[in-house]
């Protein structure tokens, strides 16, 4: 599992940086969207770390 955070975390670096969200908070939301309890794809949970990036940003 921590394989996949961390290439989720660096896939996601640049995006994060971008929206000014420090490293920390990108592999927390990561880290909460790997060991939630729904169901989905690898590809799926980027997405949702990205939908939540967004929204803790206020984008």
Same mark, same amino acid.
């Given at each position: 599992?921590m394989?996949?955070?961390?290439i989720?975390?660096?896939r996601l670096?640049?995006f994060? !940086?971008?929206?000014? *969200?420090? /490293?920390?908070t990108? $592999?927390l939301i990561?880290l909460?969207?790997?060991?939630?309890?729904?169901?989905?794809? !690898?590809?799926?949970? *980027?997405? /949702?770390?990205?939908? $939540?990036?967004?929204?803790?940003?206020?984008?």
């Amino acid at each position: 599992m921590m394989g996949e955070v961390d290439i989720a975390v660096g896939r996601l670096m640049l995006f994060a !940086a971008g929206l000014g *969200v420090d /490293e920390l908070t990108l $592999r927390l939301i990561a880290l909460t969207v790997w060991t939630d309890s729904v169901e989905r794809t !690898a590809e799926g949970k *980027v997405a /949702e770390v990205r939908r $939540r990036l967004m929204q803790s940003a206020g984008a």
